[in-house]
């Protein structure tokens, strides 16, 4: 199959979420309806440099599919990093941006038949604002989804209202936000303590064996190594864990 073509985009949209991380709408101007699938990403050519490899920079869809050309773009400002330096501080709405894709393979199955563990630190909940979205609006029947998302104090919790209140509507879904540098009345300490006490207590019901479970891991590839070590010392296939990896 051809890859996608470099397609125009205009930001329509764009929220500051937290202090350091926006939601960048953007309209896929040549195609009424933007296919895609919940977890695919697009690439996004900046004029910030020569070669594509400096130019090209990947984000991750936020938004679930639907009807419509528009897509959110979930994007946590690196100090000192070229690409989104130039996005915070040159893009504006009604800017125009070069965008390719949908790409990746970062997508849930058709049936959603064992428990999902969606794991994830910063901006590396994107992927799975999406997955959420798309499984409530379809409909899709599920089991036990938990999403555990780390990220360091209050002030940098994303998405944080939205999925407090999914997790109040959806049966079967929690989302457990653990902060890494604040106390809080929510989980604190980093992401693998919570799925591996979610783990470890199931496994304890089935006679000490890992009952059937997918993971997905999204985000800066110190969590992801532990978490797939973790995952694996405790004896869960490899083909049961799948991850995207920022950088
Ligand atoms: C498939 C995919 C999807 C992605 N989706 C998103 C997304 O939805 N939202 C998002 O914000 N980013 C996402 N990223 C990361 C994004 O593509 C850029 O790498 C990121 O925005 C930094 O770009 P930059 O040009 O500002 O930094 P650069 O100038 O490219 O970065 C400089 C260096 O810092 C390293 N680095 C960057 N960030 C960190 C960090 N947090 N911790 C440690 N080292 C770091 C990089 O590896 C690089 O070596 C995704 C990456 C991939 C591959």
Same mark, same amino acid.
């Given at each position: 199959?051809?890859?996608?073509?470099?397609?125009?985009?205009?930001?329509?949209?764009?929220?500051?979420?937290?202090?350091?991380?926006?939601?960048?709408?953007?309209?896929?101007?040549?195609?009424?309806?933007?296919?895609?699938?919940?977890?695919?990403?697009?690439?996004l050519d900046l004029p910030i440099g020569e070669r594509p490899a400096q130019r090209w920079r990947s984000y991750s869809i936020a938004n679930?599919?639907?009807? $419509?050309?528009?897509?959110? @773009?979930?994007?946590?400002?690196?100090? !000192?990093?070229? &690409?989104?330096?130039?996005?915070?501080? *040159?893009?504006k709405v009604g800017s125009q941006l070069s965008l390719r894709g949908p790409h990746g393979f970062f997508t849930?199955?058709?049936?959603?038949?064992?428990?999902?563990?969606?794991?994830?630190?910063?901006?590396?909940?994107?992927?799975?604002?999406?997955?959420?979205?798309?499984?409530?609006?379809?409909?899709?029947?599920?089991?036990?989804?938990?999403?555990?998302?780390?990220?360091?104090?209050?002030?940098?919790?994303?998405?944080?209202?939205?999925?407090?209140?999914?997790?109040?509507?959806?049966?079967?879904? $929690?989302?457990?936000?653990? @902060?890494?540098?604040?106390?809080?009345? !929510?989980?604190? &300490?980093?992401?693998?303590?919570?799925? *591996?006490?979610?783990?470890?207590?199931?496994?304890?019901?089935?006679?000490?064996?890992?009952?059937?479970?997918?993971?997905?891991?999204?985000?800066?590839?110190?969590?992801?190594?532990?978490?797939?070590?973790?995952?694996?010392?405790?004896?869960?296939?490899?083909?049961?864990?799948?991850?995207?990896?920022?950088?």
């Amino acid at each position: 199959m051809a890859p996608p073509q470099w397609q125009k985009g205009t930001v329509v949209d764009i929220i500051q979420e937290t202090w350091n991380t926006r939601r960048y709408f953007i309209r896929v101007e040549d195609s009424e309806k933007f296919d895609f699938v919940a977890g695919q990403f697009v690439t996004l050519d900046l004029p910030i440099g020569e070669r594509p490899a400096q130019r090209w920079r990947s984000y991750s869809i936020a938004n679930n599919p639907g009807d $419509s050309n528009v897509i959110e @773009l979930l994007v946590a400002l690196l100090e !000192g990093g070229a &690409g989104t330096t130039y996005l915070f501080s *040159e893009v504006k709405v009604g800017s125009q941006l070069s965008l390719r894709g949908p790409h990746g393979f970062f997508t849930l199955p058709e049936t959603l038949d064992t428990d999902l563990f969606l794991i994830c630190t910063g901006a590396g909940l994107a992927p799975f604002r999406s997955m959420i979205q798309d499984v409530r609006q379809a409909q899709k029947p599920h089991q036990n989804i938990y999403l555990i998302y780390g990220c360091r104090t209050q002030r940098d919790l994303l998405y944080y209202d939205e999925l407090s209140q999914l997790d109040e509507e959806m049966e079967k879904f $929690s989302f457990i936000p653990t @902060l890494s540098r604040e106390q809080w009345d !929510g989980r604190t &300490g980093y992401v693998h303590p919570v799925y *591996e006490e979610i783990c470890d207590t199931k496994a304890s019901q089935s006679g000490d064996t890992p009952k059937p479970a997918l993971f997905y891991l999204c985000g800066w590839k110190f969590m992801i190594n532990d978490a797939y070590k973790n995952l694996t010392d405790r004896g869960y296939d490899k083909k049961s864990i799948k991850f995207e990896l920022y950088g």
